[in-house]
């Protein structure tokens, strides 16, 4: 069996930059050194001017309160010491009882400390949330393979992007094994969202990567992966969990050229060669992973062409359920024709942009996409994977779960998204 290849990983964690970013301060010292001289001395000139029918400078004290929400914990600390002090310094030279002076600073300080304190409290839930959202996120990426990857059959770049929402998380899932019987794909997503739904995804990639290397027929690694959901899912009925299914599509590359397929409730590929593109036409769809015992009918392969130099798309339902503005849904197959000529990772660069564009940078749903390439059938495999790396090791591959140091950082910049 050839080697494979696939991109590096980095030590960074996805979560990382979120993490960090909940104590950085939205506004620039600078900015708030001359917005904060600017207020002090209009007020200052205000309170001077009502003399002592109105004292206007105490009113500052309410400042540290706004620079809770918006300033660094470092920031807030230096505002409420410099109101602290001008309302001391006017305190001082105001008449009035040694009562008044008392209580006039007493409260000044403590309406800076509570501003301190939220700030603080802001700072430390913020963060705690960043951690929250990143982490099923972090987890996730770990788990599914870096792309592009390459074997004898297939060169296999990806397109997949979570949704970092606690609530939102989902159950995406795809793999890519080289076996003695060919090369195996899996492309699934998971009922549901959260953790439970990455948990099912994460048992259904399991059961896939030991059964397409042990079992000798597409039906039968099927097969494995029902067992694999039904008996998650009867754990997660002991610990009181929702159970769930998985929508897939399970694919079987081998040195000829057609591909076997059995498809588990999943979208239908899409194939791109000659410069054209068209859904592939499946005749037999049959129920996700988990409810084959709702069905009395046996899941069978099924095969259609596809010759060297073409390129198969697959994607999950956060592609073709991505809404624009109105609410009308993104249309796949319209689009891809404008970009059938392209080669499978610009071609998952031009899909990603593509649906930025449409839906406005709003995502409900995980979007994963594979873009599968025919490799020659003449053993031309190393000339192509090669083209691949070179490619996506620079700024591009990096974007992948795990990237180039120097130069993938510089590209999940541009695409954080591209795998």
């Known amino acids: ?65 706004l620079a809770s929400v918006y300033c660094s914990l470092r920031q807030t600390i230096w505002i409420a010491v410099w109101i602290t002090t001008v309302v001391v310094g006017f305190r001082a030279g105001a008449d009035g009882t040694f009562w008044d002076f008392v209580f006039g600073i007493g409260f000044a300080v ?19 949330m960043a951690r929250l959202r990143s982490a099923a996120v972090t987890l996730q990426r770990q788990i599914l393979r870096p792309l592009p990857v390459g074997t004898d059959h297939v060169v296999a770049h990806g397109l997949y992007e979570p949704i970092e929402e606690d609530r939102f998380v989902g159950g995406d899932i795809y793999e890519v094994v080289e076996s003695p019987y060919g090369t195996r794909v899996i492309i699934g997503d998971v009922q549901g969202k959260g953790l439970a739904a990455i948990g099912a995804g994460f048992a259904a ?48 590359f081998d040195e000829g050229g057609r591909v076997e397929v059995v498809n588990c409730g999943h979208l239908p590929p899409r194939l791109l060669h000659g410069g054209r593109s068209s859904a592939v036409t499946l005749h037999r769809t049959y129920v ?21 130099g073409a390129t198969l798309l697959v994607v999950t ?39 930025e564009e449409f839906s406005g940078g709003v995502r409900r749903d995980d979007i994963a996409a594979l873009a599968l390439l025919r490799t020659p059938a003449d053993g ?34 541009r695409r954080p998204a591209a795998v």
């Open 1 to 65: 069996m050839a080697q494979k290849w696939s991109g590096p990983r980095s030590g960074a964690a996805p979560g990382a930059d979120g993490v960090g970013a909940a104590s950085r301060s939205r506004i620039g010292n600078w900015a708030l050194v001359g917005g904060l001289s600017l207020l002090t001395v209009f007020v200052v000139f205000l309170d001077i001017s009502t003399g002592n029918d109105l004292r206007v400078v105490p009113l500052l004290v309410v400042v540290p309160a």
């Open 380 to 413: 031309g495999r190393p000339t192509v994977v090669a083209a691949a790396v070179s490619a996506d090791a620079a700024p591009d591959a990096a974007a992948s779960p795990g990237g180039a140091a120097a130069a993938g950082e510089a590209g999940a910049r």
């Open 110 to 128: 403590l309406a800076c400390a509570l501003g301190v304190a939220a700030c603080a409290a802001r700072i430390r839930h913020a963060t705690e």
């Open 317 to 355: 339902d956060g592609v073709t359920e991505a809404r624009d503005a109105t609410g009308a849904f993104y249309p796949l197959d319209e689009r891809i024709g404008a970009w059938a000529g392209h080669g499978p990772r610009e071609l998952l660069d031009a899909l990603h942009v593509d649906l």
């Open 205 to 252: 990639i399991a059961a896939f990567r030991e059964a397409a290397i042990r079992e000798p027929t597409l039906t039968g690694v099927v097969e494995a992966l029902e067992d694999a959901v039904v008996r998650h899912n009867v754990f997660s009925a002991q610990t009181g969990e929702a159970e769930r299914f998985v929508t897939a599509l399970v694919l079987g």
């Open 288 to 308: 996700p992973l988990g409810l084959a015992g709702l069905s009395r009918e046996a899941r069978r392969t099924e095969s259609f062409d596809f010759p060297p």
